[in-house]
């Protein structure tokens, strides 16, 4: 068996929708927090956006090398915009977090850290607590109760999470 080896590069997925005044920010977060720990690229996935986010983040690929985006053209979910983000990953460990600041990418070092032989995933939680509205809380507690329905596993549903991405094809 082949010894553990730390990750040597990372994919931090990052979705987003209507987050214009965020993404520069959690950006300078995110490189911040990652320099000269690890090699990684940066991934937001724009998921249809009405607003400049998009715009946003393609000015702010010509500044960032490590900066990719995609852009749904209609909203599919966050779900479907980690997919998307994962789906284009480079590396074999993924990083996700919220683009909307709830987590602090300062913990993505510390998720790294955690991993040891035969874990494959590790999660944080949020930095403050959730400001959404009752009805993104009560969508979500549907949303996991039927996740959990259907994976015979309880959902613990956290945002920052840090884990190997399955075999590419």
Request: charged share 30%; net charge positive; glycine share 6%.
């Given at each position: 068996?082949?010894?553990?080896t ?6 931090v997925?990052?979705?987003v929708?209507?987050?214009?005044d965020?993404?520069?920010d959690?950006?300078?977060?995110i490189?911040k927090?990652l320099?000269?720990?690890?090699n ?11 607003d400049?986010t ?7 690929q010509?500044?960032y090398?490590e900066?990719?985006?995609i852009?749904h053209q209609?909203g599919c ?10 789906k284009h990953?480079n590396f074999?460990?993924i990083?996700?977090l919220?683009g909307d ?9 510390q998720?790294?850290?955690?991993l040891k032989?035969?874990?494959e ?5 949020r930095?403050?607590s ?9 969508s979500?507690v549907?949303?996991?109760?039927v996740r ?7 959902v613990?549903?956290?945002?920052l999470?840090a ?7």
């Amino acid at each position: 068996m082949a010894q553990f080896t730390k990750p040597k590069s990372l994919s931090v997925v990052v979705p987003v929708r209507n987050e214009e005044d965020n993404v520069a920010d959690l950006i300078f977060e995110i490189r911040k927090s990652l320099k000269n720990k690890i090699n990684y690229e940066i991934i937001y996935v724009d998921d249809g956006s009405t607003d400049q986010t998009y715009k946003n983040l393609i000015t702010l690929q010509k500044t960032y090398k490590e900066l990719r985006v995609i852009r749904h053209q209609k909203g599919c979910g966050q779900s479907t915009a980690v997919r998307t983000g994962v789906k284009h990953a480079n590396f074999n460990w993924i990083a996700t977090l919220d683009g909307d600041g709830q987590n602090n990418p300062n913990d993505i070092p510390q998720l790294l850290d955690a991993l040891k032989e035969g874990v494959e995933l590790v999660g944080g939680n949020r930095r403050h607590s959730r400001q959404d509205s009752w009805i993104k809380r009560i969508s979500s507690v549907i949303a996991n109760s039927v996740r959990s329905w259907i994976t015979k596993t309880k959902v613990n549903k956290k945002a920052l999470k840090a884990h190997k991405a399955s075999k590419k094809k």
